[in-house]
């Protein structure tokens, strides 16, 4: 710590200059002396800035809108935390201790969210290649995936505009199937059989060993899902960004082919068009497992491919991180794929996601993980806190309203620092969405809709300090039906506040309206949030069977030919979705 401040002298005397200013204001012109402003000007500002937000994204597209929100943002939620700190101590009750511990722990999340996307790196026009391109070997990991979807992805690699005698195409293969084999024969690529140990990660460290003996001469791995599809100018703007010696890793962003309105959440863009770059800015942009290239090198010196963990992404890209290599993002969709669109695929796949980031934050924690340097501990630190949050401190804030209409104990806030707090919240995180709207709301609907998922997770992760849990493929084939028993939790919850609402408006005559009306509108908010994963439990449920995989490859194949034009797609392009019939 005392190297980092002799390091940055000008930042820290900027910090504690700021320190204290903020401290002035908290003292006087916290949101509980804005009363005497009612309603005017503050609350017309709010609203104008509200209502600019909704006609008019594009005023919050920019790095500028989110920072200058994001400083109202912690001014705000610092008021309110203390104004909530007060009622604990002042009226302690259950509730109120649910409401602070839930409000800390929101609050806690957005400002590291803040501090690590205030400088982003958002990059997409690559680098000038080499005079000599680099050997690269292009691997495409599998297990069971059908025949016929892996041939497309061949296909698809095939077409890289990338000099045929610097390139190296084959397929690893942990099923050890003969039609595979065939295929790959048939189609011109190469064949090794995986080792059938340690899930992909094992897959790629044995496809490590046949680079060696089969094409020592490569420096690169690009590593593709099998059920993916690529542009055929991805190798020429990658490839580029490895003339610095200290680049491990470069990945892209990725779409997917998602049903109409993505009910799923599965396209990603806010992760993928704006928290990336973020990282990015922090050295700290990790991979995503396909669509990626890898210096050989680097993944060779921290031992090859990460089996430590359930997936080898996420860990790989932290352990080449503390081993000083870097990373780079190039934001840019050049692949696409397939993704869960039934929920049971999802479930499974965001809770392995989930299992991975709680084993890594519980048992090589970032806060000690040596090598990182300090933005990079804070990236990784926030992916901790956000299924910390989504776990704990969300469905906190969840039951305060439900509890109150329940039981007629409620809370006492101040409108003053209630009705700031909720503005500036919508304000940072649609400033966060780049003002897309439909992006904002699937990213909030899922962050409060898994929080079994992630509590789940966390009961799995704790449990598997000395042996990792075992993992399965992600099936990525729709097979239709009704899994609301999946989420029952989730059910339970919309049940509940009907309830409550009913009690509250017909059982409560005695209690203020304006409380009732106040906790109606929160709880109303957090169902609709959960509204979104019940939605994605009744998409499809009279499909009479699983959709054929000739269907899928046909989709696929539409979607292949038009990867070339969705070169540049950025966080406002057209969804990708499914064509008719692949539903």
């Not at 509200?50 to 006609?55: R, Y």
């Not at 040596?370 to 910390?388: A, M, N, S």
Request: with cysteine.
């Amino acid at each position: 710590m005392m190297t980092y401040i002799r390091k940055h002298p000008l930042l820290i005397a900027a910090l504690l200059v700021g320190l204290t200013v903020n401290i002035f204001l908290l003292r006087y012109f916290n949101t509980l002396v804005w009363p005497y402003l009612w309603p005017r000007p503050a609350i017309f500002v709010l609203m104008a800035a509200f209502a600019l937000a909704l006609w008019f994204p594009g005023l919050f597209s920019g790095a500028w809108a989110l920072r200058l929100s994001g400083v109202v943002m912690i001014f705000v939620g610092q008021s309110y935390l203390l104004h909530s700190f007060d009622v604990l101590v002042m009226q302690f009750s259950l509730i109120a201790l649910l409401h602070f511990l839930g409000i800390l722990g929101t609050f806690l999340v957005m400002v590291v969210s803040y501090i690590n996307q205030s400088m982003p790196k958002d990059v997409s026009e690559p680098p000038p290649l080499p005079e000599e391109l680099p050997y690269v070997a292009v691997v495409i990991p599998t297990y069971g995936e059908p025949v016929d979807i892996l041939e497309e992805t061949v296909l698809s690699l095939k077409e890289l505009d990338y000099p045929a005698d610097r390139m190296y195409i084959f397929i690893s293969d942990d099923g050890h199937r003969e039609e595979v084999e065939r295929m790959a024969a048939f189609r011109g690529v190469g064949y090794s059989r995986g080792a059938q140990k340690d899930a992909k990660a094992g897959n790629l460290n044995s496809a490590l060993q046949h680079i060696d003996r089969v094409f020592p001469q490569a420096v690169l791995i690009l590593t593709q899902d099998a059920d993916e599809v690529i542009d055929p100018s991805f190798l020429k703007k990658t490839v580029g960004y490895f003339s610095d010696p200290q680049i491990g890793l470069v990945q892209t962003p990725k779409d997917a082919i998602a049903p109409k309105g993505d009910p799923f959440g599965v396209r990603d863009r806010i992760f993928y068009d704006v928290i990336q770059p973020g990282r990015n800015g922090s050295g700290a942009a990790f991979s995503c497992g396909s669509g990626v290239v890898w210096r050989i090198e680097a993944v060779k010196s921290i031992g090859g491919f990460a089996t430590w963990n359930v997936v080898e992404d996420l860990t790989t890209s932290y352990f080449l991180h503390s081993a000083g290599w870097k990373s780079a993002y190039h934001n840019e969709v050049l692949t696409i794929g397939l993704a869960p669109d039934d929920l049971p695929g999802l479930l499974k796949q965001r809770g392995t996601w989930a299992v991975d980031t709680w084993r890594l934050f519980l048992f090589k924690s970032p806060l000690r993980m040596p090598g990182l340097t300090l933005r990079q501990r804070l990236q990784y630190t926030e992916l901790g806190l956000f299924y910390i949050t989504s776990t704990f401190f969300m469905p906190m804030l969840m039951l305060i309203p439900l509890l109150s209409l329940l039981t007629g104990q409620f809370v006492p806030i101040e409108g003053s620092a209630l009705f700031p707090w909720v503005v500036i919240s919508v304000l940072y995180y649609a400033s966060l969405a780049r003002g897309f709207h439909e992006f904002f709301k699937r990213m909030w609907q899922y962050w409060v809709g898994h929080a079994p998922t992630y509590a789940k997770a966390f009961w799995i992760a704790i449990r598997s300090k000395n042996k990792k849990p075992s993992y399965k493929v992600t099936r990525k084939t729709r097979q239709a039906g009704f899994y609301g028993y999946l989420i029952w939790p989730q059910y339970l919850y919309l049940f509940a506040g009907v309830v409550a609402i009913i009690h509250a408006l017909v059982g409560l005559p005695e209690v203020d309206f304006a409380a009732r009306l106040a906790n109606i509108g929160i709880l109303l908010f957090f169902m609709y949030m959960v509204s979104g994963i019940i939605g994605a439990s009744l998409y499809g449920v009279k499909v009479p069977r699983p959709v054929s995989r000739r269907v899928v490859v046909r989709a696929r194949r539409r979607v292949g030919a038009a990867v070339a034009g969705m070169r540049g797609v950025r966080v406002g392009g057209e969804p990708v979705q499914t064509p008719s019939g692949a539903d």
